[in-house]
């Protein structure tokens, strides 16, 4: 673990990412203690500005309210060691005044081994000059170095595996931790929990209960001035392809032997390539349009007019395995939705007929966000002196049963995991690599490389998504709990 002697350096230090996430979760981890000792913050970019100025936008990128007084202190310690350095993204001469300045920083600490970890919160296109320069010219020859690299890894199998295979001439695969931020959220890392240290989990975790799986993520925004960056890559690219697929390796895959990254990882990867290419005829594709008072997504000026981008998907992925066969997944991810909510429902068969009639299937539902919760749908006894049974819920809210907790943000975790050397919830190659397998037909479909592309069904800004979507979900089986 790097626990002092630390330089954490953002690449993109203006940028989207690091203001929204990344040093928000470094001051967070810094005000929990976590943060090495001696550490160091410097913050690279193209921008010209002093450190000061630098100071006045990490202030605001950290949302601290005005009366904390505690966080207001913390935020004045934290800027005492961040510092700023600006240069280009694929000049040499730009690095070596980098690594100058790194070098400088570590001349004051008192042992001569420091180590460096990288963040790149940039645009794909310079990812890969980025990674080369920083081995080439700040690469620190007395401790350990460590690259975070963020999504988008390609647009297809190819260019993924061109992008990998580059990267891979600089930093080594024990190197580099590539975030897939949804594997840093607490309810994620919750499964692994829930199905290995429960019998009464693992014990019906296959085809013979379970009768068919949905993965939901929903967004009550849309692109909003970000429409550039999402034609270019559409909803299953931006959500399916790698959150909603890692909840369903982690949901799905066999028991590791051992909590360890390459264990657990394994088992993930063998679970995804008993995964085919996703059928066209197990895909709805929408995008949303003009309603209640908001633009559709072909109003936004960044949006290509006509663009056929899909803004919502629904795709069903069978499991060929002897535990899945069978069972339905169905991943869907959509924007200017009804609401925020992201949760995996596991819908259980019917029980044998007979001595009930209509009788509600059970369900456990993970609640990634928000409000972080478990619960089982249960037929009960209706009390009092009749035998009808009512659907009930066992309910495992963590804000009711968890009162003192704070869960930590999904980049804390993610960050800490790195300055610890944990790979366990990072994306390895082979993973990325089967990922883009069950993708790439059908994205290559929706781009037209293999004809005409397919026209989403429109859907109205704050709706439900497409209305097409309640029998495209019974299609595979999904019942809806029977009203009391
Ligand atoms: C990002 C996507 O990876 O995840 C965004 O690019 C999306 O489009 C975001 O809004 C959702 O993350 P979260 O943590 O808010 O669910």
Redesign the pocket.
């Known amino acids: 673990a790097l626990k002092d002697n630390t330089i954490i350096i953002v690449l993109g230090a203006s940028g989207d990412l690091a203001k929204k996430k990344t040093y928000p979760a470094l001051f967070g981890l810094y005000r929990m203690g976590f943060l090495p000792r001696d550490v160091k913050i410097v913050g690279y970019a193209r921008t010209k500005m002093d450190d000061a100025e630098y100071h006045k936008r990490i202030t605001s990128y950290l949302k601290v309210p005005e009366d904390d007084q505690d966080g207001q202190a913390r935020i004045q310690e934290f800027k005492s060691f961040t510092f700023y350095v600006s240069g280009g993204y694929e000049d040499g001469p730009s690095f070596e005044k980098l690594n100058s300045f790194l070098l400088d920083i570590e001349s004051k600490y008192q042992s001569k081994q420091a180590h460096r970890l990288f963040y790149l919160a940039l645009p794909p296109s310079v990812f890969i000059p980025v990674a080369q320069h920083l081995k080439e010219q700040c690469y620190s020859t007395t401790g350990k170095n460590r690259i975070i690299v963020e999504?988008p890894f390609g647009k297809d199998l190819d260019s993924c595996r061109v992008l990998l295979s580059s990267l891979k001439q600089h930093w080594s695969e024990d190197e580099t931790f590539r975030i897939d931020?949804?594997l840093g959220?607490e309810m994620v890392k919750n499964i692994l929990v829930l199905r290995f240290a429960n019998i009464a989990m693992s014990a019906p975790w296959d085809k013979n209960s379970i009768s068919n799986v949905q993965i939901t993520?929903k967004?009550p925004f849309g692109t909003e001035g970000?429409g550039g960056y999402?034609d270019e890559f559409g909803i299953i690219r931006?959500?399916l392809q790698?959150?909603l697929l890692q909840v369903l390796s982690i949901l799905t895959m066999e028991r590791p032997v051992s909590f360890s990254a390459e264990d657990i990882r394994d088992e993930k990867v063998k679970v995804l390539r008993a995964i085919p290419p996703i059928e066209r005829s197990d895909t709805l594709l929408g995008q949303y349009v003009a309603a209640n008072g908001k633009p559709g997504y072909l109003d936004d000026d960044t949006v290509p007019p006509n663009s056929v981008c899909p803004t919502y998907a629904a795709t069903t992925l069978w499991i060929h395995n002897p535990r899945w066969e069978g069972v339905p997944f169905i991943l869907k991810a959509g924007?200017a939705l009804n609401e925020?909510k992201?949760e995996v429902r596991i819908q259980f068969k019917d029980v044998t007929q007979g001595i009930f009639k209509d009788i509600s299937r059970n369900e456990l539902v993970i609640r990634?966000?928000p409000s972080e919760a478990v619960y089982l749908k249960l037929n009960t006894k209706t009390p009092g002196l009749n035998t009808r049974a009512i659907p009930t819920e066992m309910d495992l809210t963590y804000k009711r049963r968890f009162t003192e907790a704070k869960i930590p943000e999904?980049y804390e975790a993610l960050i800490l995991d790195a300055l610890r050397g944990d790979h366990s919830n990072f994306v390895r190659d082979d993973e990325l690599d089967v990922a883009w397998k069950i993708f790439t037909p059908i994205l290559h479909w929706i781009d037209g490389k293999s004809g005409p592309s397919p026209k989403p069904v429109p859907y109205p800004y704050g709706s439900r998504g497409p209305k097409e979507l309640e029998s495209f979900i019974g299609k595979y089986g999904y019942k809806r709990t029977v009203p009391e």
């Open positions: 999504k931020h949804y959220k993520f967004e970000r999402f931006d959500i790698n959150h924007k925020a992201v990634i966000q999904a």
